[in-house]
């Protein structure tokens, strides 16, 4: 491209492009940020300046860097030979990849495709509502969410979202969607410090449980590690009593991988840091690292079982289709994607990356009083702003986004919570690319010394 060409690109972008998560008045004078190429781990905008990608395409999807020309490759190649067909048919590209992804998931035997983390979870609530419709003409149907959890923008996945403000203006919800208290220590939900406490975050489970009424609860929905909801790590003891409270009511446990699947935490899903057997698992943005869209729903034999129980039923199936989770595009990608993991060593990467990441993060808590507390596992992590330390008073949104604003100009990007909550707009993130080395990382933490310097100035 040359110059003339990306003016006229920044002019139609401003003209006829909405972006996402854009308050677009002020683009009324200034131009958009355009990105026009990335390598490895870092891409270009449209002023030719160049920027190390700490968060994988903005929102943790790049996990295994950008131009990987044998993942191009693996779709042209399947583009040419067959592009799509609707899922109601098998075709070889999603056959394979689905016995190479359950080849890493003890347990998991289905693979339901379709194209967006959102959508993977509507299949999972879908798959749930209609189970209970086999158990007990339907009353089974709730699905308990945990505040600060995010599960996706349409409205049912916004409805099982716990973050206030993402959720606010877009109601009413759906019914049926329950809320759980959160598990982050920092901000214990009931007052109480690690080590003194008997795992209320996860015992609130039964309370509620029981306060529906068992035979109404049908699944429980939970991020192994929240995400945008300010990186949230549960302590050991969180998931085998998660898991026994639900097996113990019947209630189904659907762990949503969209952020932390296929190696972000170090493991191949971030649940395996945990003793915990789902029943769903759903997954979407490093399935294929962005090179094409691809969800996936992924079920053990039991719950596909239901399905199939009585034949003689006409309605007896799950009667719901993906259009674009049939493009053979998505499993092309995504088994190139997993050879490259496999082939280049990736999880074990991200588990000494991370660890020197971590180190590098509680350095800088050393440094800067304005760091409250520093979370994540892999090559993810992030950590939250205060006021003070000892009250643990957030600070203000525009801190965090003078804090990543101050990175961009040291030429990193970061990310940031994004209007998710009314207070703890305060939590800075980083998920850099799978392929991440010493040396990217010191230059992310290089930016956050010298942003924080300036805030704490
Ligand atoms: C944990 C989690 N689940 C689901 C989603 C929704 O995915 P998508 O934006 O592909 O619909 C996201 C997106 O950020 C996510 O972080």
Redesign the pocket.
Known sequence: MNANQFDMAVAADKKHCWHHLTQHKPLESANPWMIVEGKGMRVKDSTGKEFLDAVSGA?WTVNVGYGRERIAKAVYDQLMKLCYFANSAGTPAAAEFAQMLIGTMPGMSRVYYSN????A?EKAYKMVRQMAYFKNDGKKHKIIYRDR?????TIA?LSSTGQFERKAQYGPFVPGFVEMPHCCCYRCPFDKEYGKCDIECAHALETIILKEGADTVGSLVL?PIT??GGVIVPVPEYFPIISAICKKYDVLLHI?E??CGLGRTGKWFGHQHYDVKPDMV?M??GVASGYAAI?CTVTTEEVFNAFKADPSDRMHYFRDISTFGGCVAGPAAAIENMNIIVEENLLDNVNKMGDYLMDGLLALKDKYQIIGDVRGKGLFAGFELVKDRKTKEPTDESVAMAVAGGCMKEGVIIGRTNRSFAAFNNTIALSPALIAGKSELDEILAALDKSLAAVSA
């Open positions: 929102v967006s983390g959102s959508e979870n959890d995010y599960h996706g923008t996945a991020e995400a945008g949503d969209v952020v759903t979407a943005k969800s």
